[in-house]
């Protein structure tokens, strides 16, 4: 179990992110949205959220909180639990479980690995994931799966599908396409590849607020009052590719500077876990050079100043 070695007090928590919030704001410093999807290429990235999920079920947060917005890859983790449930270690003969140190859309690995994916978390990997939950059903009841999952996870039925956002993806996710097929020219498709895109633009197109990621994240983190959605094996396997596959080619830097497993998406939301301590989530749509929230990696690193959480001690 996580020992922290500096308990927070939740009142003092909750005056931190408030003064973190205002001078968020303060700086404007907020990075460019991912404009490469036009629906998310209109939204305003001087945004900012956090919620935190602390061990004992408190609840601290601060700015847009209730704001829904597209998790992204995010939803990486969720249905990556979702097939850990349903076909175990076979995944790994599909995927491997190494970083990429490569943008989330190369294809240059994929082509000199023969077509198996450095992890679950970059794209074409994440494709061979959602084609693994996919294989002998609909797509519908394959997005059924993940939906639920998280229901169950955040206990919050409100969870939905921005279908234009996963419209507008459909029309221009011309680098996903070519790398699911690709991925079928190796035979690492065991579906229609339109089917798994479809799939996996309108997993990437769930939305969701701060507070109802960091709800979900607690079963990950393995908090005491999580429902019991995963075992405590599978949870360390996500923290563990969270921590070094979560940010992309990003990953090392969001490890030194923050310490703890992270999943960040292009829509600017990160969950952040904190195992045994916390479920963090937070969003600013503006990213970084590396497709990660910029706002949002600064304020995981400020919060993790303030508490002493780290899994590096």
Same mark, same amino acid.
């Given at each position: 179990?996580?020992?922290?070695?500096?308990?927070?007090?939740?009142?003092?928590?909750?005056?931190?992110?408030?003064?973190l919030?205002? #001078?968020?704001?303060?700086?404007?410093?907020?990075?460019?949205?991912?404009?490469?999807?036009? #629906?998310?290429?209109?939204?305003?990235?001087?945004?900012?959220?956090?919620?935190?999920?602390?061990a004992d079920?408190?609840?601290?947060a601060?700015?847009?909180?209730?704001?829904?917005?597209?998790?992204?890859?995010?939803?990486?983790?969720?249905?990556?639990?979702?097939?850990?449930?349903?076909?175990?270690?076979?995944?790994?003969?599909?995927?491997?479980? *190494?970083?990429?140190?490569t943008?989330?859309?190369?294809?240059?690995?994929?082509?000199?690995?023969?077509?198996?994916?450095?992890?679950?978390?970059?794209?074409?990997?994440?494709?061979? !994931?959602?084609?693994?939950?996919? *294989?002998?059903r609909?797509?519908?009841?394959?997005?059924?799966?993940?939906?639920?999952?998280?229901?169950?996870?955040? *206990?919050?039925?409100?969870i939905?599908?921005?279908?234009?956002?996963a419209?507008? #993806? *459909?029309?221009?996710?011309?680098?996903?396409?070519?790398?699911?097929?690709?991925?079928?020219?190796?035979?690492n498709?065991?579906?229609?590849?339109?089917? !798994?895109?479809?799939?996996?633009?309108?997993?990437?197109?769930? #939305?969701?607020?701060?507070d109802?990621?960091?709800?979900?994240?607690r079963?990950?983190a393995?908090?005491?009052?999580?429902?019991?959605?995963?075992?405590?094996?599978?949870?360390?396997?996500?923290?563990?590719l969270?921590?070094?596959?979560?940010?992309?080619?990003?990953?090392?830097?969001?490890?030194f500077?923050?310490?703890?497993?992270?999943?960040?998406?292009?829509g600017?939301?990160?969950?952040?876990?904190?195992?045994?301590?916390?479920?963090?989530?937070?969003?600013?749509?503006?990213?970084?050079?590396?497709?990660?929230?910029?706002?949002?990696?600064?304020?995981?690193?400020?919060?993790?100043?303030?508490?002493?959480?780290?899994?590096?001690?």
């Amino acid at each position: 179990m996580f020992v922290d070695p500096k308990p927070v007090d939740p009142q003092k928590l909750q005056a931190f992110v408030d003064t973190l919030t205002q #001078e968020i704001h303060a700086q404007a410093d907020w990075g460019k949205v991912a404009d490469y999807i036009p #629906e998310l290429a209109q939204v305003d990235p001087a945004q900012f959220a956090i919620s935190i999920v602390l061990a004992d079920g408190t609840k601290v947060a601060a700015g847009a909180h209730h704001k829904r917005f597209s998790i992204q890859s995010v939803s990486k983790v969720f249905t990556l639990a979702c097939v850990l449930g349903r076909v175990g270690e076979q995944i790994w003969t599909r995927v491997g479980r *190494e970083p990429s140190g490569t943008r989330f859309d190369s294809i240059l690995l994929l082509e000199q690995e023969h077509g198996r994916p450095r992890n679950p978390f970059i794209n074409a990997g994440a494709l061979v !994931t959602t084609d693994a939950l996919l *294989e002998h059903r609909a797509p519908k009841d394959a997005l059924s799966e993940i939906i639920g999952f998280i229901c169950a996870a955040c *206990e919050d039925d409100d969870i939905h599908i921005d279908r234009d956002v996963a419209q507008s #993806e *459909e029309r221009t996710g011309f680098r996903n396409i070519a790398l699911a097929n690709y991925l079928q020219s190796y035979g690492n498709m065991r579906n229609d590849p339109a089917l !798994t895109l479809g799939t996996y633009f309108h997993q990437c197109a769930i #939305e969701m607020t701060t507070d109802q990621l960091a709800m979900a994240g607690r079963a990950i983190a393995q908090l005491p009052q999580a429902p019991y959605v995963m075992t405590r094996a599978k949870a360390r396997r996500l923290n563990a590719l969270m921590m070094t596959c979560g940010h992309y080619d990003g990953s090392g830097d969001f490890a030194f500077r923050v310490g703890l497993p992270g999943k960040s998406g292009v829509g600017g939301g990160i969950l952040v876990i904190a195992p045994g301590r916390a479920s963090i989530a937070i969003w600013s749509p503006g990213l970084n050079a590396y497709g990660n929230s910029q706002v949002g990696t600064y304020a995981a690193e400020r919060l993790i100043k303030f508490t002493g959480w780290s899994v590096f001690g």
